[in-house]
């Protein structure tokens, strides 16, 4: 037997933030929490049970877009086996394109404006902090197993990643949809300045990169290159 009044909805962070991104899709960068709340067809005190504040929810979206760039690049194995312009240069093909797909989410992590608990001050949401921690770990992790030095790769990371937001923001600031041509060129333009960040944080590390080789004979002639330690 069931009761006259139905059973209250069972609602998970994963279902507000997938709200939260049709809501910002549509809505824009300036989608207000009563929007993501009537999207997901809850009244918006539950979501305030579901998310410390607005800016636990900003996080959520964040991680939810460097999710999507990642799952992106992921399926290719053969990154490492190419060029290092050609490895760089096909993350950029990937992530332009979630962006494309999502370019008010982009914007909404990129801009919005969060006021954090006890913090009367507002800031802007930091997404490519997430992206810089996990890059720099990443390059971490690769560097010493050649045994490259890796002090500075923390500020290398951030500086990648900040420049990579800053020019994205950059490229989508036109009415509509950029145009193709305009898209290939930040592709390409992007593609460069970061292997110029990468070739000069080697190069002050005493190594100098061949760009016509694959990435996997770079790190094996660093690693025979340098003795260990």
């Known amino acids: 037997m069931t009761s006259g009044r139905s059973a209250a909805r069972i609602l998970s962070r994963d279902d507000v933030v997938r709200g939260a991104i049709r809501a910002i899709g549509r809505d824009g960068a300036q989608v207000t929490m009563g929007a993501i709340a009537a999207e997901v067809g809850v009244a918006k005190p539950r979501l305030y049970r579901m998310f410390a504040d607005k800016s636990d929810l900003d996080r959520a979206v964040a991680d939810w877009l460097v999710d999507q760039i990642y799952r992106a690049v992921a399926p290719d194995l053969s990154l490492m086996m190419q060029t290092r312009r050609a490895t760089v240069h096909q993350f950029m093909t990937a992530a332009t394109e979630v962006v494309l797909t999502y370019p008010n989410v982009f914007r909404y992590v990129a801009i919005t404006q969060s006021v954090a608990t006890g913090d009367s001050s507002a800031r ?13 770990e990443r390059t971490r ?40 041509a305009a898209t290939e060129e930040f592709i390409e333009r992007s593609t460069d300045s970061v292997c110029q960040l990468l070739d000069g944080f080697l190069r002050g590390k005493g190594v100098v990169v061949d760009p016509d080789q694959p990435v996997v004979e770079t790190l094996a002639a660093i690693s025979q290159r340098i003795p260990p330690p």
């Open 141 to 180: 992790t690769l560097f010493a197993a050649v045994g490259l030095d890796t002090d500075g790769v923390d500020h290398l990371a951030r500086g990648i990643v900040g420049f990579l937001v800053a020019v994205t923001d950059l490229w989508l600031d036109v009415p509509g949809k950029p145009e193709p």
């Open 124 to 136: 802007p949401l930091d997404v490519g902090r997430r992206l810089s921690d996990d890059l720099a």
